[in-house]
Every structure is written in structure tokens, then in C-alpha cells.
């Protein structure tokens, strides 16, 4: 989407690794979110960030970490992927006039 | 703890054949219930906000309303492009988290 990228889009990774995934926006915004989607599930809260260094956990943070040292960069990390891990990443943002968050394109990330 | 249900799972039509989507939300202090629309392998596209029970929204073939415990998406005289999943979600009071439903697969047939 304009103003958010994601990367990398695909990964494939092995169990116990670390694997960091960014996100990168454009638009100045303040609050940046990640979420998992996974089929029966929706989509789940990681981790968020209200302003650069300030970040909280969401309903799904056990093993994941979060850093957000720059307004536009938020990276989500894996410290040692599992296999339930394997999910679609998405990242989003909300500007100041509500007009709704906006959503990164994914990242696929499988564990094997 | 904040639940939001959505219903159908999934919902085959054919084209011209309107239908609604169900979404029902229990949460303290709704402040915003979102529609999102995602098509496969792309992030969810924002929709609608709803804010207070009785508004309305229209986009297209596509009208949301809103009452204290349940939002409806209505599809009218759908076409095959509108094959999307549809995503409601909430946001409370304190805070700027959403909270989303599992969604409704609907797929359109010419």
C-alpha cells in the first residue's frame, strides 16, 4: 500500500532461528501496529508502538519482540522462530483524521 | 474482554443477488467499528468507520450501518469484483487498538 512497505514479502526460515521483519512508513504517523493472520484466527495484535521508542504488547506477543528507533521504521522480531509462528504478517498505521488504519501488503513467513 | 463475532463464515451469491454480513461486537466503549475488505494475498483495505448507532455509510454496492451491539454490511446487486473476505473490527475507548472478527469469505458468481 502507498505509504507502507513491508519487507522482506516471503521468507522461509528454520526453527530456532531469529528472523526480524520491518516496516516502513511514509506518512509521519505516530502509532504503528503489527499483526498475524492466520485462517480461524483473523487477525491478532503482536505489538504496537505509540511514538519512537514507546511500544506495548497486544493480545499475541509471547516470542516476539519489537524495536522502533525512527518514526517510520517498525521492526518485529522473532528471537528463535517455532513452526507456530508460520503465519502472514501484516503491519498497519493510523493517521490523526480516523480516515482507518492502513495496512502494509504482508509478509509470509513460513517456519520449517 | 472485548469479542467481536462475524457471520456468515462464508457467503456464496450470485451476481445481482444482495445479501448482508453480520458483525456483532461486545466491547466497553466502542469509539469506532471498522469495515475492512481484503482480497487473497493483499493487506485489508479500509471500508467504513462507524461511530454511534442509527449511522449509515455507502460506498458503491456496499452500505453500513450500525446499532449498539451489531453492525451489517449490506451488499446490493453484487458483481464478481466484490469477491473479497470482509473484515469488522473494533476500537474502545481508551486506547487505538482494533479488535477484529474472523471475517466472511464471500464469493460472487457471474
Known amino acids: 500500500d502507498a505509504g507502507i512497505t513491508q519487507s522482506p514479502r516471503h521468507k522461509v526460515t528454520e526453527t530456532g532461528t531469529p528472523v526480524t521483519l520491518r516496516c516502513h512508513q511514509t506518512?509521519?504517523?505516530?502509532?504503528m501496529y503489527w499483526y498475524r493472520q492466520d485462517p480461524g484466527h483473523g487477525l491478532r495484535l503482536i505489538h504496537y508502538?505509540?511514538?519512537?521508542?514507546?511500544?506495548d504488547k497486544g493480545e499475541v506477543s509471547d516470542g516476539y519482540s519489537v524495536s522502533r528507533s525512527k518514526t517510520e521504521d517498525f521492526l518485529l522480531t522473532l528471537e528463535s522462530a517455532t513452526s507456530s509462528q508460520t503465519s502472514v504478517y501484516f503491519c498497519?498505521?493510523?493517521?490523526?483524521?480516523?480516515?482507518?488504519?492502513?495496512f502494509g501488503s504482508g509478509t509470509r513467513l513460513t517456519v520449517v | 474482554e472485548d469479542q467481536v463475532t462475524q457471520s456468515p463464515e462464508a457467503l456464496r451469491l450470485q451476481e445481482g443477488e444482495s445479501s448482508s454480513l453480520n458483525c456483532s461486537y461486545t466491547?466497553?466503549?466502542?469509539?469506532?467499528l471498522f469495515w475492512y475488505r481484503q482480497d487473497p494475498g493483499k493487506g485489508p483495505e479500509f471500508l467504513f468507520t462507524?461511530?454511534?448507532a442509527g449511522e449509515e455509510k455507502e460506498k458503491e454496492r456496499l452500505k453500513a450501518t450500525l446499532t449498539k451491539k451489531e453492525s451489517f454490511l449490506h451488499i446490493t446487486a453484487p458483481k464478481p469484483e466484490d469477491s473479497a473476505t470482509y473484515l469488522c473490527?473494533?476500537?474502545?475507548?481508551?486506547?487505538?487498538?482494533?479488535?477484529f472478527g474472523g471475517g466472511t469469505r464471500v464469493l460472487v458468481k457471474p
Open positions: 498497519a498505521t493510523v493517521g490523526r483524521d480516523d480516515s482507518g488504519y492502513t
Open positions: 466491547v466497553s466503549g466502542l469509539r469506532g
Open positions: 508502538s505509540y511514538g519512537v521508542k514507546d511500544t
Open positions: 462507524l461511530y454511534s
Open positions: 473490527a473494533v476500537r474502545k475507548a481508551a486506547g487505538n487498538k482494533l479488535t
Open positions: 506518512e509521519n504517523h505516530r502509532y
